[in-house]
């Protein structure tokens, strides 16, 4: 894998990470605000800026997506999804105030384990 691929995948991951966790604090606050003021969820999502640029992050990083499955074997590239599965864990709890358990983070880094795993095999 090229530098540039390994770059664009990385680009991918971690944005549709970032596209998740806007989309995640943008839910948060349309319901809020359709459960304060009354009206439907949906048309309060449509509105929220974080729902929309949300969104847009995660448009992005399908198209990138697609970029690098145009470069990248697909058993090399989905492997890596684990580390959007690690930032948006870690995001859930440093930006979002969400709590998890011991397991949550066995779990993570288990998977992260997976990802090294296949990144070094494939190296070899």
């Known amino acids: 894998m090229t530098l540039s691929s390994l770059l664009l995948l990385l680009f991918a991951v971690f944005s549709s990470?970032?596209?998740?966790?806007?989309?995640?604090?943008?839910?948060?606050?349309?319901?809020?605000?359709?459960?304060?003021?009354?009206?439907s969820l949906a048309a309060r999502a449509a509105?929220?800026?974080w729902v929309?640029?949300?969104?847009?992050?995660?448009a992005a990083s399908a198209v990138?997506?697609?970029s690098t499955l145009a470069r990248v074997p697909l058993s090399i590239?989905?492997?890596?999804?684990?580390?959007g599965y690690l930032?948006?864990?870690?995001?859930?709890?440093?930006?979002?105030?969400?709590?998890t358990s011991p397991w949550t983070w066995?779990?993570?880094?288990l998977v992260v384990?997976?990802?090294?795993?296949?990144?070094?095999?494939q190296r070899s």
């Open 87 to 99: 930032v948006v864990v870690l995001a859930a709890v440093g930006l979002l105030g969400e709590r």
């Open 106 to 109: 066995a779990g993570s880094l």
């Open 17 to 39: 990470a970032a596209g998740q966790v806007m989309l995640k604090h943008g839910m948060k606050t349309a319901a809020a605000t359709a459960a304060a003021a009354g009206g």
């Open 77 to 83: 590239a989905y492997p890596f999804n684990a580390l």
């Open 52 to 58: 929309i640029v949300g969104l847009t992050v995660f």
């Open 113 to 121: 384990a997976g990802l090294v795993t296949v990144f070094c095999g």
């Open 64 to 66: 990138a997506w697609m």
């Open 47 to 49: 509105t929220t800026p």
